[in-house]
């Protein structure tokens, strides 16, 4: 097993939603840790990896044991493909463990000390309030009372731990450097320009 640390340095301000609200005034709210403080899950970090993972190894011009299956076949059980291997499928553990993404241990006690200054239940003093509108599809205009407000975590960096379970090659182990430097951006409201990513998912610490 290895233990290692990954690095999200966002580029603009970041909303990974909960599915929680308050009516008629922040309607939709982030994603925050038991100390309330923002956090990423790591299952939205794991899933874009794993979307960019799966367009390098359909890439041409990979070392030969980075390999996926075929997109038509029948899925990885017994011999996976790297994809299935490291990020896991129905039939496959997952050897890759993305834990969830904290505020960097230096933006802890300032995220906190803001939050104890004003502990407001509906307005968070470490986030922004960005307000938003619907548009109609058909007419391209805004939509009557459909003006809402949400959350957005201004443009810090988040760590995580990786563990992967297993002993890796070192080729996997540089196409995880490699996808995940790919991943663009995370969490919601890609339209508007949120949660862009500056250099991707950044593995740092120790070696397989
Ligand atoms: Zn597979």
């Known amino acids: 097993m290895t233990e290692l640390q990954y690095e999200l340095k966002f580029r603009t301000s970041v909303s990974t939603f909960t599915g929680l609200a308050i009516a008629g005034l922040v309607d939709r709210m982030i994603v925050r840790n038991d100390e309330g403080l923002p956090c990423i899950s790591g299952s939205s970090v794991k899933g874009r990896w794993r979307f960019f993972a799966e367009r390098l190894l359909r890439a041409d011009g990979l070392p030969a044991d980075l390999w996926i299956h075929d997109s038509n076949g029948p899925l990885c059980k017994d011999n996976p493909c790297t994809l299935c291997r490291l990020f896991g499928s129905p039939a496959v553990p997952a050897m890759l463990q993305v834990g969830q993404a904290e505020l960097d241990a230096s933006l802890k006690s300032l995220f906190k000390a803001l939050l104890d200054s004003d502990p407001n239940p509906v307005i968070h003093p470490d986030t922004e309030i960005r307000p938003g509108i619907c ?17 957005a975590v201004p443009p810090v960096i988040f760590s995580g731990q990786l563990i ?21 951006r995370l969490g919601g409201r890609k339209a508007v320009g949120r949660g862009i990513l500056e250099g991707g998912i950044r593995i740092n610490g120790g070696s397989v």
């Open 135 to 151: 548009l109609s599809r058909f007419r391209r205009t805004a939509l009557p009372d459909h003006l809402f407000f949400e959350e």
């Open 164 to 184: 992967i379970v297993d002993s890796i090659s070192p080729a996997e182990r540089q196409f995880l450097d490699i996808s995940g430097r790919l991943v663009d």
